[in-house]
């Protein structure tokens, strides 16, 4: 999969590098082209210059292009890849025990590749004509712009990448809610993961049937939708520069659209720039968490924390293996939620520390920054245009890393699992902790 996305990215990059991609007489930097080339194809929406002004027609049809092959790359790799494990004894064990553990159907690889592309095609026709018309009727857009507004708004929503042909991004539909709720609803859709989205149209009517990941998924985002909706409610209702100038109900809409998108997807309908100190911090904790697995969302993602927190609250009581919905958590899957969690904490700490040293910019952007391009979100606070060349680089590794970074490193975990069979164990000799 990594070497698929290195390839996809490449493509890209000698299609901006093009001096047609460029708005104007000019070629795009190859610094620009890359980096453009990487948040669209990790679906992240970070820039580094406007989109609907920087780059032609023929630059944002292949943004456009790009962001659908990254949306899509990580769900159909996946399940091509299971249609193929049965060719070897090893990778076959492997899948039965993602069978044992509800997470995968050999039966259903087919299917799930054909309901990818049905419900792909489904919310993004659905967006893309809401869109439009509204864009068209309400601000008397030609039909044609509207129509191309409203798909690249629609394709980057279901994708969670959060790129714009709007120079403010959402800013200027803030009280519109017919903009900004088909956006809300295709990035929560997307964020979800198809794993979750087969369950519920499969089992829809029996809740109790759906799989044990499908369950902490819905849940983890309902919980998360909710937090995020009270904390910037709460704490920019008194923020000149954000909700205090709004209604309640446009306040509510905006704090609403503002708990979906740090978790998985770059709109903006406010300044995020302008974001008081604890609204910032509660946005780490979202962007870091993420959304569902296997869907378009970044992050470490809801099951892995999920994990965790099964794990903490376990052993601070002193109970044995930790189970969750009567289910017990294997060492194995509880490793590799830890090593996902440190993997992510290690690559944001060595960017964030780099970019400090390189750069003039506080502490607390550049923890956002750095968390927003290793979760794949693509919210910045304005700075990522004045990054050196290198600082955008260090973005750069973040937004494949975080894209690809952390499935890999499960997976290769996973097959090292089943692969090594019973090692030869030392004597056990524990360090003291804490």
Sequence with gaps: MPLLYLLAIALGTAALWLPVSRAGDLGAPLSTAVFTSVSAVAVTGLIVEDTPVYWSMFGQIVILVLIQIGGLGTKTAATFFALSVGRGFVLRRTVEREVEREQLSLSDASFAIKLILLITLVVEAVATSILTYRFHVQYSMPLDEAFWHGLFQAVSAFNNAGFSTFSDSLMGFSADAAVLLPIIVAVIIGSLGFPVLQDII?????????????????????????????????????????????????????????????????????????????????????????????????????????????????????????????????NRLASQAVTVIMFALTAIFVATFYLSVRTPHSLTDIMFETISAFATVGLSRGITGDLPVDGQMVLVALMFIGRVGTITAATWLAMGAVGRGSPRRDPAQDPIIG
């Design 202 to 330: 499969k089992c829809g009517r029996n809740p109790s049937d759906w799989t044990l990941h499908s369950r902490i998924t819905l849940i983890g985002t309902a919980v998360l939708l909710l937090l995020g909706f009270l904390v910037i409610l709460i704490t920019e209702s008194g923020n000149i520069n954000t909700l205090g100038p709004m209604g309640w109900g446009e306040r509510a809409l905006n704090a609403f659209m503002h708990s979906a998108m740090p978790r998985t997807a770059g709109f903006n309908s406010l300044d995020v720039g302008a974001f008081r100190d604890e609204t910032v911090l509660f946005n780490y904790v979202l962007m870091f968490i993420g959304g569902g697995s296997a869907g378009t969302a970044g992050g470490i993602k809801i099951t892995t924390i999920a994990v965790l927190f099964a794990i903490l609250v376990y052993q601070i009581r002193g109970l044995g293996a930790a189970e969750m919905s009567g289910r017990r958590i294997s």
